[in-house]
């Protein structure tokens, strides 16, 4: 119908992507490291990370209002102009790509370790998860934006549920002192959740297909980045009142762990199997998320009729890539806390604000630039 | 007056000679069938006193009773009343026409038009090359009865027919406001069935409207025998499994969908009646739902979301925790179930497979069975193959328990073809779960839900009201809150913008 406008998404819309985008990789992975380097201090390092989640909102809002109606590689060629805006937006799209890698291994990783009973090819599941992401890719940001709220409510109130699960077995004097010393380690500590809340910058990306006002758009993004925060604190807290500090630093992925362990008797004792197909399904569409992003850029760079080509394509090298560089859970652990941290993300989080960066400082602005 | 078609006699006049043409070449188009009746009338008003016109008529399709009593006894009774001269043949046939008493009478000027309202059961009156078709249109239609498939304990019990102007009248006697629209229109190249559009002016979202309009103008068969074919022809996702087009027998459903700004279709000679935009929610929800307190509805709506997700996931998800993930089945009821299994010949899926057959099969004899024969085959089907499988040592009894859940779950969700699509969807990913176990069931899972949050129904996308979400929507779709919570407002995805 022509009438009807497609591919539009709303700002709750926004809020539900932001969230997705962030939140199953945080509640996963994070926590492990967080609570290996600090103990029980992890929830006030990921209390400092949320802060910079709002700070993300802020910017990817401030760079729209300077490009309106342009996606986030479109800006590289408005500041730059074609040829070294190519450059800079073909490096930006390899480092996104270089987070779907790791998503990838995630979701292979997650189910593989949840569903451990079947000896289901690493290689097989990476297909399944490109699929999965391939096909929300090419349906659209709207259909991306609709899992999104179909997803989120349940996998929020099965993650909640299982931590009210836990609770006769969570030992609060885990969490004192209740306020740690705040000093530069503190901080800097911050850095590596605040890197996985930069994810939240992708969303630029989408931009143009929301039909709202700008100020509705920042509200819709600081409410992401709220909820996101919320759901991760309180996921966080209920991890270190259940394991500690050091036992929690220990296990892979806590909260698994966690859904695992609980037991009400003889017949709920894998509430796991409650947990997995939400996260496994969340991690599936913040798959698709980037890798949109990516086959978006793509077709912007290369001037393609469609992304579909751009997503088919990707999802194929991201599954490679995901294969061949990573044997291990412990692999990827060691890539994200040592490559992810220090430079992967702040180099996304470098190059997403170049453009504005560079046309506020040198007032090159061109081609429809505020 | 009135003579025999064999015993019509040729007059001299040019005006005689040409009908007769006319006659022959109705006769010629409708092959001569046995049915057509062709009699001579005289006609007054003339000043010479008589003029021959010419009844046709198929008596297959036209009451011959109505024929003498509103044509032939009020031109033989009032024909003195009447005594002009010099008449031309426009203002002549407008007198005929005064003195018929049928309601419809129009004029029909052309052989072609001729043959046509004669198949669609007009009766004709000839004089002079110029036509009248006069509607006394037989019904020989069943009596008005509650609906077979959507019978409820509360409510209206009547039900649309095969009939379209009875159904017409049964909506306007649930519906009686001006603002309600019908649009007619022949379609199908040879049955030109009568397919009438009906909508509430002041709700109806006009987009919707003028697409469905669109999409019927479209449509290009040979016959429509029944309102699935135009379905068929205008839903969107044509290969999707799941009905982006919803139907019903009530039209104290269909009232109500029209009233929410839905656009309801109908045709000549069936009694389902289309209803567009359909969201999936429609299909979890009953007409009862309405007749019924609030939360007693809004529980048995949950209920029915449970049914389905059963009926959909139940077989898979006993393949995969039986087959793939054995640890995540509780001690006792893995001991069960082991015990159970003992000296089984098949492995679980196919023990699974081969007692969805047999179910699918049982539901098929039972539909094509006389009634109560059909009962009886599904009880025997049921109970006595079940058994004797489980007795032979074919099946174990914990697969028939769970493919009697999943049956019993699939007849308890409201939308036919939903539970059809269900069912076919069902068999794929058992397969999945095999192989792949609960990762394959969440993969195959995902991917049906990408779908349907992809598929719209006349632009109105079909998982509304939870994605996109909408609170207002979800107020009598998901939920069924008391009657003075709804707002007229309550069904936004239908209607046009600035009402929602």
Known sequence: MNSHAYDQIDSKQVTALIIMTIFPTVILLNPSILLRVNGKDAPWVLLLAIFSGFLFARISVVIYRKFPAQRQTQTFFIAFGRWVGSVFCFIYLLVTLSLLVLIFREFAELASWAFSYSDIPVSILLIMGGILAFVMSVSGIEVMARMCQLFLPVSILVILVILIAAVPWMNWSFLSPPIPEINQDLFLMAVHPAGFFSEGLLIGMFFPHVQAKITELSRAMVSGMVWTGGICLITLIGLVAFFGGKLGGDLTMPLLHLSKSIRYGTFISHMQVLLVPFLVSSISIKMAIVLHAISLGFQDLLKLQSHRMAALFFAIISIAAALMLFDNTADLFHYLTKYGTYVLFPAFVTLTILPYSFVTLFHRARNGSA | MIMKNNEEKESGANSNNRLSKEIEMIKHNLG???????????????????QNGWIIFLSSLTDQQRIAEEVIRPLTVLVHQFKTTNETRQSYLLKIKELISTAQVEPVENVDKMVLSLVEGYALLIQNSQGLKIDLKKGSYRSIDEPANEKAIRGPKDGFIEDLSTNIALMRQHLRHPDFRIIQQPIGEKSQTNVAVFYVEKFVNKNVLQEVQNRLEEVKLDAVMDAAFIEESIKDHKWSPFPTIEYTERPDKTVASLLEGRVAIMVEG???????PTIFAHFIMASEDQYIMSYAATAIRFLRIFALLIAFTLPSLFIALTTIHHGMVPQFLAVTIAKARIGMPFPIAVEVLLIEILIELVREAGLRMPGPVGQSVTIVGTL??????????????????????????SFAIPGY????????????????????????ITWYLMLIIIHLVSIRSFGVPYMKPIAPWSTKDTKDTILRVPRWFLSRSSASYARPKKQS
């Open chain 2, 384 to 409: 006595v193959i079940g058994d004797a499988a489980v007795s032979a040592g074919i099946v174990s009894a914990p697969v028939v328990v769970i493919i009697a859940l999943t049956t019993l779950a």
């Open chain 2, 32 to 50: 001569n069938p046995p049915d057509l009746v062709v009699r001579k009338i005289s006609l007054p008003f003339q000043s010479n006193g008589k």
């Open chain 2, 417 to 440: 073809h939903t539970a059809l699509a269900i069912r076919l969807l069902r068999f794929p990913m058992m397969g999945v779960a095999a192989v792949l176990g609960l990762v394959g």
């Open chain 2, 270 to 276: 069936s009694p389902s009646c289309l209803l567009a």
